[in-house]
């Protein structure tokens, strides 16, 4: 186990841990090697070899090769489940040597860990030598033939990593209080030991090393650098102050005062890129995969709301969670509606874990945005309720592209409609139609406000529309609280026939919940900065 945990510094106050180390190797080799040889003279056992490949086994200096993920050969074998050592193996002094080894091996300065398997020094034998923190002077011992028996207690999360894993880290749910049992090398006979804390922690590590099992398979999705896009744009260093010239002109003194926190963060969730989706048994899943295929899309939409919605100074973060498909939505038996509530669900807690992560590993005390499109939107709207207050306080806006907010969502404390350009902690939300007939009742059916992002009015003042060299004007519709878009219907109505998989879901061909996310760019870029109080 390659942890190096920030925890441990604290753990000899006196004693630096390289020497206390170092004492503690010198003991427990002599005493690992007598203890073994001295079992091997009582059987006088005929000499065993272990027999790992030939070309397992491999020194690195005085010390054994770490095996690593970023070596293909070393990957395939750090995968491979492992088998126990016979009575004859164990009694041999070839043991006696490899388990001196491992031991000098993962106390070696240049790998300094708390525990190692014997698959990641190449030999796929059950075998694990673990620091035991919870006994005095806190010694490795090896342990053959180990298996975990019994959990108890909460799944806590905490931070690992690992030597074969190199210069990664990430947040893995542990037992705190398990049961072992091992083969001892003196009696040859299955011993049983309860282990808790901290040391349970490292056990669960290395038997997941026995069964071709890394940390890395384990790790909270969120705690993975592959779960977050996290673009550029902010001009200050982060943890540092918005630098002077980036405030905008004619700051009150309540937002000079907000623009020394730090740089803003502008947080997105990505609409339903995903049509459909399998599980990794190839089964039909409602939920992506998120799959190199899938994160094409993804990836697309992404990067257009960092170039479109981001200004130059937030810094851009999207979380990439396991949205529920196109799929999961289009169904039209009760049984489809069940199963699409249901997995809507799980997707909500996984957008609030990932908020909450956000918040505590990587907004470092900015102030930021939170916005979202269609099903992002959704989702947006369950994070601000879930907001504690002082994540609310950080909050510049909440931008719900695309979706409604409902008469019981307005009345939740966290929620507040925004009513005009500048103020701060509001939602923006609107919904685009050509007609009333184009009101797709998924994503505005029970809208209860809507605010024009053009002219920032919430009655029927029009706004100039200009996209794609067509010019329109856009209102609401203040009996359906959406906005309606004056415009030549053509090309909208032929791109929706172009796109049959939207009229499955219920989209009438006046609906313009696609271009959503098109037609006001710009004027939710710079609202963006107004209420952030930057340029």
Same mark, same amino acid.
């Given at each position: 186990?390659?942890?190096?945990?920030?925890?441990?510094?604290?753990?000899?106050?006196?004693?630096?841990?390289?020497?206390?180390? %170092?004492?503690?190797?010198?003991?427990?080799?002599?005493?690992?090697?007598?203890?073994?040889?001295?079992?091997?003279?009582?059987?006088?056992?005929?000499?065993?070899?272990?027999?790992?490949?030939?070309?397992?086994?491999?020194?690195?200096?005085?010390?054994?090769?770490?095996?690593?993920?970023?070596?293909?050969?070393?990957?395939?074998?750090?995968?491979?489940?492992?088998?126990?050592?016979?009575?004859?193996?164990?009694?041999?002094?070839?043991?006696?040597?490899?388990?001196?080894?491992?031991?000098?091996?993962?106390?070696?300065?240049?790998?300094?860990?708390?525990?190692?398997?014997?698959?990641?020094?190449?030999?796929?034998?059950?075998?694990?030598?673990?620091?035991?923190?919870?006994?005095?002077?806190?010694?490795?011992?090896?342990?053959?033939?180990?298996?975990?028996?019994?959990?108890?207690?909460?799944?806590?999360?905490?931070?690992?990593?690992?030597?074969?894993?190199?210069?990664?880290?990430?947040?893995?749910?542990?037992?705190?209080?398990?049961?072992?049992?091992?083969?001892?090398?003196?009696?040859?006979?299955?011993?049983?030991?309860?282990?808790?804390?901290?040391?349970?922690?490292?056990?669960?590590?290395?038997?997941?090393?026995?069964?071709?099992?890394?940390?890395?398979?384990?790790?909270?999705?969120?705690?993975?650098?592959?779960?977050?896009?996290?673009?550029?744009?902010?001009?200050?260093?982060?943890?540092?102050?918005?630098?002077?010239?980036?405030?905008?002109?004619?700051?009150?003194?309540?937002?000079?005062?907000?623009?020394?926190?730090?740089?803003?963060?502008?947080?997105?969730?990505?609409?339903?890129?995903?049509?459909?989706?399998?599980?990794?048994?190839?089964?039909?899943?409602?939920?992506? %995969?998120?799959?190199?295929?899938?994160?094409?899309?993804?990836?697309?939409?992404?990067?257009?709301?960092?170039?479109?919605?981001?200004?130059?100074?937030?810094?851009?973060?999207?979380?990439?969670?396991?949205?529920?498909?196109?799929?999961?939505?289009?169904?039209?038996?009760?049984?489809?509606?069940?199963?699409?509530?249901?997995?809507?669900?799980?997707?909500?807690?996984?957008?609030?874990?990932?908020?909450?992560?956000?918040?505590?590993?990587?907004?470092?005390?900015?102030?930021?945005?939170?916005?979202?499109?269609?099903?992002?939107?959704?989702?947006?709207?369950?994070?601000?309720?879930?907001?504690?207050?002082?994540?609310?306080?950080?909050?510049? %806006?909440?931008?719900?592209?695309?979706?409604?907010?409902?008469?019981?969502?307005?009345?939740?404390?966290?929620?507040?409609?925004?009513?005009?350009?500048?103020?701060?902690?509001?939602?923006?939300?609107?919904?685009?139609?050509?007609?009333?007939?184009?009101?797709?009742?998924?994503?505005?059916?029970?809208?209860?406000?809507?605010?024009?992002?053009?002219?920032?009015?919430?009655?029927?003042?029009?706004?100039?529309?200009?996209?794609?060299?067509?010019?329109?004007?856009?209102?609401?519709?203040?009996?359906?609280?959406?906005?309606?878009?004056?415009?030549?219907?053509?090309?909208?109505?032929?791109?929706?026939?172009?796109?049959?998989?939207?009229?499955?879901?219920?989209?009438?061909?006046?609906?313009?919940?696609?271009?959503?996310?098109?037609?006001?760019?710009?004027?939710?870029?710079?609202?963006? %900065?107004?209420?952030?109080?930057?340029?």
């Amino acid at each position: 186990m390659s942890v190096k945990f920030v925890t441990f510094a604290k753990l000899n106050k006196r004693t630096s841990k390289s020497k206390m180390r %170092a004492l503690h190797t010198t003991i427990l080799h002599t005493t690992i090697i007598l203890a073994l040889i001295h079992t091997a003279t009582i059987a006088a056992p005929a000499r065993v070899a272990i027999n790992p490949p030939k070309e397992s086994l491999q020194q690195d200096g005085d010390i054994l090769k770490v095996y690593t993920i970023s070596n293909r050969e070393d990957s395939l074998l750090l995968r491979q489940k492992c088998t126990d050592f016979t009575p004859d193996e164990l009694s041999s002094a070839e043991f006696a040597h490899f388990a001196e080894m491992m031991i000098k091996t993962v106390t070696h300065p240049s790998q300094d860990g708390v525990g190692i398997a014997g698959p990641q020094v190449g030999l796929s034998k059950r075998v694990v030598a673990v620091q035991r923190f919870d006994k005095e002077g806190q010694p490795f011992i090896v342990y053959p033939n180990i298996s975990i028996v019994a959990y108890r207690g909460d799944l806590v999360p905490g931070p690992e990593g690992c030597l074969s894993v190199p210069e990664c880290r990430g947040e893995v749910l542990r037992y705190r209080d398990i049961d072992i049992e091992y083969t001892s090398p003196q009696t040859l006979e299955r011993v049983r030991e309860n282990v808790k804390g901290f040391t349970a922690v490292i056990f669960q590590h290395e038997v997941d090393h026995l069964e071709g099992i890394l940390y890395t398979d384990r790790a909270v999705w969120w705690a993975r650098p592959e779960a977050w896009y996290i673009g550029g744009g902010v001009t200050a260093a982060p943890g540092k102050p918005n630098a002077a010239e980036n405030l905008r002109a004619g700051a009150s003194a309540s937002e000079q005062a907000i623009a020394t926190w730090p740089a803003a963060d502008y947080l997105y969730f990505i609409s339903t890129e995903v049509a459909s989706s399998t599980d990794g048994n190839g089964n039909k899943s409602l939920r992506a %995969a998120l799959t190199p295929q899938e994160r094409v899309y993804i990836d697309a939409e992404m990067k257009y709301a960092e170039k479109n919605l981001c200004g130059e100074n937030f810094r851009f973060i999207s979380p990439y969670y396991h949205q529920y498909t196109f799929e999961a939505f289009s169904g039209r038996t009760k049984e489809d509606t069940l199963k699409f509530l249901a997995v809507k669900e799980e997707v909500t807690k996984e957008a609030i874990e990932a908020f909450r992560y956000y918040m505590k590993h990587l907004n470092n005390g900015r102030q930021f945005v939170l916005a979202g499109f269609s099903q992002g939107a959704q989702l947006s709207i369950e994070i601000v309720k879930a907001m504690r207050e002082e994540e609310l306080s950080k909050m510049a %806006a909440a931008y719900i592209i695309g979706y409604r907010l409902t008469a019981e969502d307005l009345s939740h404390p966290n929620i507040k409609a925004a009513e005009d350009e500048t103020s701060r902690g509001v939602c923006i939300s609107f919904n685009s139609a050509l007609s009333e007939k184009g009101i797709w009742e998924m994503t505005s059916g029970g809208a209860a406000t809507c605010i024009n992002p053009l002219n920032w009015h919430r009655d029927t003042t029009a706004a100039v529309l200009e996209y794609n060299g067509l010019k329109g004007k856009v209102r609401v519709d203040t009996k359906n609280n959406v906005l309606i878009v004056e415009i030549d219907k053509s090309p909208f109505h032929k791109w929706m026939e172009e796109h049959p998989l939207f009229g499955k879901a219920g989209m009438d061909k006046e609906c313009l919940h696609h271009w959503d996310l098109l037609f006001y760019t710009e004027s939710l870029k710079k609202n963006a %900065a107004k209420r952030a109080y930057v340029k």
